[in-house]
C-alpha cells in the first residue's frame, strides 16, 4: 500500500467511542486551538428532523487543547465517514499531535452556521434537550455517557462533557 494512501483522522466525538469503521491504528492525540463543543444539532442519530438532538463540534479556541483519539485509516474509509458525519460536518485538514510527534491529519467540523447548527445555550436548557431526544442511534443520554467514559478511559479531562453527565445522571428535581 502506497503511504498516501493513509490518513489519520482526529475523533473527538462518538468516534472516539463507536467506531464502525476500519482502522489500522489508535493513538491518543490533541489538537491546538479548539474546543468540544454540544452545540451541533442531531436530526439523524441521536434526534430527529423535528426534536434535533445535541451532539458535539469544535469550536475555535485561541490558545485551548482539545484531546481526542485519532485513526490510522485508508483512504477509502472516508467514503463511509462522511456518509456518517454528513449532518452538517464537513472534513477539516489540521496539525494531530501525539504523544510523540505530530502529523497532518483531518478532522470533521459542524462549522457555525452550518444547516444544523444550534450553538450554545443555557446549560439547563441542554440538559433538558439531551434528557429528552432519541434518534435511530439511540438516546441523546447515551452518547454524553458513552463520550464521558471514553475520555475517561483515555484520561482526559473535559469540563464541559463531565458537567453535562453529571447533571444527566443526576435525579431530576420536580420540586
Ligand atoms: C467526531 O467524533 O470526531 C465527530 C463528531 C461525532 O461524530 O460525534
Known sequence: ???????????????????????????????????????????????????????????????EVCFGRAFLIEHDVFEHLDYREKNGYERKALDI???????????????????????????????????RCHGPSGSNIDYVIELARALRALDIDDPHVFELETLLLAPIDRA
Open 97 to 131: 499531535h501525539f504523544d510523540a510527534g505530530s502529523s497532518p491529519g483531518i478532522t470533521y467540523v459542524a462549522a457555525v452556521g452550518n444547516v444544523a447548527f444550534l450553538g450554545d445555550a443555557p446549560t439547563h436548557e441542554i440538559v433538558a434537550q439531551i434528557r
Open 1 to 63: 500500500m502506497d503511504k498516501t494512501d493513509l490518513h489519520w483522522v482526529f475523533g473527538y466525538g462518538s468516534l472516539i467511542w463507536r467506531q464502525d469503521f476500519p482502522f489500522l491504528e489508535a493513538r491518543r492525540a490533541h489538537i491546538d486551538g479548539w474546543q468540544r463543543r454540544f452545540w451541533q444539532g442531531s436530526h439523524d442519530h441521536r434526534g430527529i428532523e423535528t426534536d434535533p438532538g445535541r451532539v458535539v463540534t469544535l469550536v475555535p479556541a485561541q490558545g
